[in-house]
């Protein structure tokens, strides 16, 4: 287990089901009991990377994406303190979404910051906010309550049943 005073944590890959390019988290600041925060560059050399504009600037939809693989740090984590493997998880539906911005200029530093508000078995309700690192403006950019389902290897049998080629 993590010291709870300094906790070491593993790259984002590590806790979210999915590989590169899919993983767009550079690094995990922080996980707690109900909450999480990782951080992201917007760079060329980076994780966001692919998705850049021709400007080299992401699109300020990818905050949704950011937010939703924090909410899978978060339970990729928690389930890796108990031994097992990151999980698949889904997004069943964003509420109340705001970006403050149209996109996010190359070198911005983004902060998601992620906090559990309802859990219910496999439900989830999680209220999520995107910041600039040392923007001038230090409020969020960003905000979203994302809900969230866990499916278990049943779940999944059922939901991909059929659909093979």
């Known amino acids: 287990m993590n010291d709870l005073h300094n906790p070491v944590y ?7 089901p999915h590989n590169a390019p899919m993983v767009l988290l ?18 060329t050399t980076g994780a966001l990377a692919p998705f850049l504009t021709a400007q080299g600037a992401l699109p300020a939809w990818f905050s949704l994406e950011l937010m939703a693989q924090t909410i899978g740090v978060w339970n990729g984590w928690h389930n890796a303190e108990q031994g097992d493997l990151p999980q698949l998880g889904m997004l069943l539906g964003c509420r109340g979404m705001r970006c403050a911005q149209p996109e996010f200029a190359s070198g ?4 998601m910051h992620i906090q559990q ?7 989830a ?18 905000h ?12 999944i049998l059922s939901i991909t049943q059929g659909r093979q080629p």
């Open 108 to 111: 911005a530093q983004l902060d």
């Open 117 to 123: 508000i309802l859990r219910d078995s496999k439900i």
């Open 26 to 43: 550079d690094e995990v600041i922080s996980v707690g009991k109900e909450s999480a925060h990782c951080s992201s560059r917007v760079s």
């Open 10 to 16: 593993a790259p984002p890959a590590h806790y979210l």
């Open 125 to 142: 309700s999680f209220e999520c906010t995107l910041f600039i690192r040392n923007a001038r403006d230090d409020g969020p950019v960003a």
């Open 144 to 155: 979203a309550r994302l809900n969230t389902y866990q499916p278990d290897a049943q779940d």
